[in-house]
């Protein structure tokens, strides 16, 4: 039976820890394929365009979106974000577990579009922690980092859309707990429903048999 794959959304607070995050869990276990995004900010320091995000302009952006080459896209603190559709579609296709690393509207347009998507949400485990990370990263100005934190009070009132809250405290326990939910979500009923069916028509097909 063919494997179907996870399409899993992790969102989050800026600074909550998503990249760091994801970056462990794929150099820890192979049944992955993250997407990159495409975005018109800045790159920051060490980020590399087609291994952090395609870094395009507003113009190129906006032709992806009239292409129709965008799976979901968002503005967000004044720059646009969104999901190149090929390599999700692709990536889909070969069974693998996918994950788009998104913010909250384009996770509900997902969720829309495709409603076994599950949703995480990653919170760090307090405020001033969050604010600590945010200021240690280094690569945002206080203002850009005041208008983040902002971003963030609106970002907790859509959490409830969610399906699990991950907190990450101590990163591989943060790790595993991911890790966990894709595992279980490969056990939910309506993904091997069908195998209960073929057995169950096996096994009838067997006890008739034996009438006979
Ligand atoms: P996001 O992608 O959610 O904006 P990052 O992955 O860039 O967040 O992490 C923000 C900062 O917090 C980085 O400097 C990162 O090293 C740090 N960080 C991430 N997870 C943890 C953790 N569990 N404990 C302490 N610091 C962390
Ligand atoms: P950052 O600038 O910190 O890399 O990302 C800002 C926000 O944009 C984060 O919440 C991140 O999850 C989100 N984001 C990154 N890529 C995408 C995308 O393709 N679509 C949407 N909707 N949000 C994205």
Do not use: W
């Not at 934190?149 to 990163?171: F, K, Q, T």
Request: hydrophobic content about 35%.
């Amino acid at each position: 039976m063919k494997r179907t794959g996870i399409l899993m959304v992790v969102s989050g607070f800026s600074g909550a820890g998503k990249g760091t995050l994801m970056k462990r869990l794929l150099e820890r276990y192979d049944n992955y394929a993250l997407s990159i995004s495409m975005t018109t900010r800045e790159p920051r320091p060490g980020e590399e365009h087609g291994k952090h995000y395609f870094f395009v302009d507003r113009n190129e952006f906006e032709g992806q979106i009239a292409d129709d080459g965008l799976l979901e896209y968002a503005e967000y603190c004044g720059n646009y974000y969104g999901t190149p559709r090929a390599y999700v579609e692709k990536c889909m296709e070969e069974g693998r577990d996918v994950i788009l690393e998104i913010e909250i509207q384009g996770a509900l347009k997902i969720k829309d579009k495709f409603p076994d998507t599950v949703l995480v949400f990653v919170t760090p485990p307090d405020a001033g922690e969050l604010k600590r990370r945010l200021t240690g990263r280094g690569t945002e100005t206080e203002d850009v980092i005041r208008e983040r934190l902002l971003r963030a009070v609106e970002e907790a009132r859509g959490v409830e859309n969610y399906d699990y809250i991950v907190v990450n405290d101590e990163l591989d326990k943060c790790v595993e707990d991911i890790h966990g939910i894709v595992t279980a979500s490969h056990c939910r009923v309506q993904k091997s429903i069908v195998r209960i069916e073929k057995i169950s028509k096996e096994l009838s097909d067997l006890s008739k048999g034996e009438e006979q």
